[in-house]
């Protein structure tokens, strides 16, 4: 009669716990793996780049695009695109210098002014998409031009007026001796609100669940009660105001130039779908967009070392969307 050896009751709970741990790690998104070995190539070539206060500075650096993003995964998690972002930063930081012109008491129903503003140009954008059935791509593109040729308009081709320095503050101040930093930026602390409350919003809400039904499958959501236009409405206003505050942010640490916000349309773009998000609605998250433009940030920092960011900047951008656009292609057509 033959015996079969049964393992040790310990080698078995080490079977179960490798189990368990490689579950997780796969439950992990997998920009978060590359993030972090982004981070390390860069800590590999400049050590000094993780140490608090440099690290600090790159979160700092790093929020006017991770809040655009944060907001653009609305959109297209909805189904659309909003291509009017970069051009909606630009006209903030303009407008901002030249209605406040200095002055520090312009600030406190300046800011306030913009955030209408931007509401203003996210339900133009909403509406015209939903209402009149404009293609979003059209539609956003249309106000990307309309918003660059008012600027143009506003400041005769070179800005006027200069920010105040209270108003500056936002993108290139902080808190002094913060958990032992020399400086904790407002910028960070900014980007963290404003990630949280947009992560619970997608994540934990009713209206959350409504964009991701809108986006998924238009049709089934309509019929299961969902009004599909006055959530990617809503997207667009999110996606407009997190504009607003990136513009804040920008136009505070680098101060007033035409050109503040060109190409960040497509940065945050590039960024959300580097966090997983599908090109056609349906899949993706806050947290992940938030991961894509820190790990975008960090290629763009990765390249400057190398002398390359100016000619490959773009070329990392393009590489990103299409490989996400023929991720999504090839995705709808097993599907359907």
């Known amino acids: 009669m033959t015996v079969t050896e049964q393992p040790a009751p310990d080698v078995r709970r080490g079977e179960g716990a490798g189990r368990r741990a490689w579950g997780l790690l796969r439950a992990v998104p997998p920009i978060w793996v590359i993030l972090l070995v982004v981070i390390a190539v860069l800590a590999w070539r400049n050590p000094v780049f993780i140490e608090p206060d440099p690290f600090a500075n790159f979160l700092r650096r790093s929020a ?15 189904g659309e695109f909003d291509l009017s972002v970069g051009a909606l930063v630009t006209a903030v930081v303009v407008v901002a210098a030249r209605l406040s012109d200095g002055d520090p008491g312009n600030t406190w129903w300046l800011v306030p002014l913009l955030l209408a503003g931007g509401l203003l140009v996210g339900l133009v954008n909403g509406l015209v998409t ?11 593109l249309g106000m990307l031009l309309v918003l660059n040729g008012a600027v143009f308009l506003w400041s005769g081709g070179a800005p006027r007026g200069s920010l105040a320095d209270n108003f500056r503050e936002l993108g290139r101040r ?58 990617r409405t809503t997207a667009f206003v999110i996606s407009a105001l997190c504009a607003v505050v990136a513009g804040i942010l920008l136009g505070g640490a680098t101060g007033v130039t035409a050109e503040a916000g060109v190409g960040y349309e497509f940065q945050a773009i590039a960024a959300v779908v580097l966090g997983g998000a599908v090109l056609g609605g349906g899949r993706g998250s806050v947290g992940t967009a938030i991961a894509g433009a820190l790990t975008l940030q960090a290629l763009f920092s990765l390249l400057n ?29 097993r599907s359907g």
Not at 64 to 78: M, N, R, S
Not at 130 to 140: H, M, N
């Open 305 to 333: 070392q190398f002398g390359l960011a100016q000619s490959l900047r773009q070329v990392v951008q393009g590489v990103i969307i299409i490989g996400a656009a023929a991720y999504a292609a090839r995705r709808m057509r």
């Open 64 to 78: 006017p695009l991770a809040i655009l993003a944060a907001g653009q995964v609305y959109v297209i998690i909805a």
């Open 130 to 140: 939903t209402r009149l059935r404009v293609p979003s791509f059209i539609a956003t």
């Open 174 to 231: 902080g808190i002094e001796g913060a958990f032992g930093l020399t400086m904790l930026p407002y910028a960070v602390l900014i980007l963290v609100a404003v990630g949280l409350g947009l992560w619970w919003l997608l994540g934990h809400s009713r209206f959350g669940h409504q964009v991701y039904a809108a986006g998924g499958n238009q049709r089934a959501a309509a019929l299961s009660g969902v009004d599909v236009r006055r959530v």
